[in-house]
């Protein structure tokens, strides 16, 4: 199961692959290369038919298909940004507080965000 993560940037192959039992919920696909999934993708995955809590659009198993912003992935950075933090605009990644709301929140009591490094809102 993959849930409240990024899944980014796979050029080798897929970004991840299901044999049958994927569950992958309040992901982030981005830019993976041949695609997003391969093998069995689940019902409904990457239909984007819904909106999520920032208002982007997503699929029922609430996964965006958006740029997370990293900072620097060039050199290893893969923290989300916020650009112009508190103002809510284009530089504010999608991923920050799109995790699973029944999940922990974060450090800074914030909804959970998706990734291993969360944007610190104090």
């Known amino acids: 199961m993959s849930a409240n993560s990024i899944i980014s940037n796979n050029h080798a192959d897929y970004g991840i692959y299901n044999s049958g039992?994927?569950?992958?919920?309040?992901t982030n696909f981005f830019n993976n290369?041949?695609?997003?999934?391969?093998?069995?993708?689940?019902t409904g995955f990457g239909v984007l038919m819904h909106t999520n809590v920032n208002d982007d659009s997503c699929d029922v198993y609430s996964n965006i298909f958006l740029d997370p912003l990293f900072e620097d992935p060039g050199t290893g950075n893969?923290?989300?940004?916020?650009?112009?933090?508190?103002?809510?605009d284009e530089t504010r990644s999608p991923c920050i507080d799109a995790g699973d709301?029944?999940?922990?929140?974060?450090?800074?009591?914030?909804?959970?965000?998706?990734g291993a490094l969360f944007f610190d809102q104090t």
Request: proline share 15%; glycine share 10%.
């Open 78 to 88: 893969f923290q989300i940004t916020w650009a112009n933090f508190p103002v809510w």
């Open 21 to 26: 039992s994927l569950t992958a919920e309040y």
């Open 33 to 42: 290369n041949p695609g997003q999934v391969g093998g069995n993708s689940p």
């Open 101 to 114: 709301p029944g999940s922990p929140s974060d450090p800074d009591t914030t909804v959970t965000d998706m």
